[in-house]
């Protein structure tokens, strides 16, 4: 009897353990992948804070001209329902690629251009390759793209 009620106690421990770590890891992961997202906002803020104080002093370096618009920051919503690190690393790919229109005078830029900078672009991505679909673009000073990833596996079968 004694044994029997040991080898439930150990398999009460061992179950509570399992539960405990599982717990434990979806927590990990969700916390790694806002850090992730914490550390790319800044490196992001960053850089568009640098790039517009350069702005700044090129425009009173050339005081007398007239000011138009410039493109200051540029927004990524990325429309995908998979998993958060997948939808993550195409929205740092896609700003990384988009990186160079910040400081472009908004009435300068090409529409068309703009949009097919990242229509129909496949990304490799580990062992997947998506193709991304841009739904829309608004071009003002803050620049947003709507985009809807798809995976080429998932198109292939369709």
């Known amino acids: 009897m004694k044994k029997k009620n040991i080898s439930l106690v150990l398999l009460g421990l061992l179950i509570g353990a399992s539960i405990s770590i599982i717990h434990t890891g979806n927590e990990i992961d969700r916390l790694y992948i806002q850090k992730q997202t914490l550390e790319h906002d800044l490196q992001k803020a960053e850089e568009r ?13 050339k005081e007398g001209a007239v000011q138009s618009p410039v493109v200051k920051d540029i927004k990524i919503i990325i429309d995908y329902q998979g ?3 997948t939808s993550l690393y195409l929205q740092e790919y896609c700003e990384e690629i988009t990186n160079k229109l910040m ?3 908004v009435s300068s830029l090409e529409p068309e251009l703009v949009f097919q900078i990242l229509d129909e672009r496949i990304v490799k991505m580990q062992e997947n ?4 679909y841009v ?15 798809i995976s080429l596996q998932e198109e292939d079968e369709s």
């Not at 804070?49 to 370096?61: P, Y």
């Not at 390759?129 to 991304?132: Q, R, V, W």
């Not at 739904?135 to 990833?149: G, M, Q, T």
Request: aromatic letters at 8%.
């Open 49 to 61: 804070a640098k790039k517009l104080e350069e702005d700044i002093q090129k425009k009173e370096q």
């Open 83 to 85: 998993d958060e690190f």
């Open 103 to 105: 400081g472009q005078n």
């Open 129 to 132: 390759e998506y193709k991304l």
């Open 135 to 149: 739904k829309s673009v608004i071009i003002a000073e803050e620049i947003v793209y709507n985009i809807e990833p």
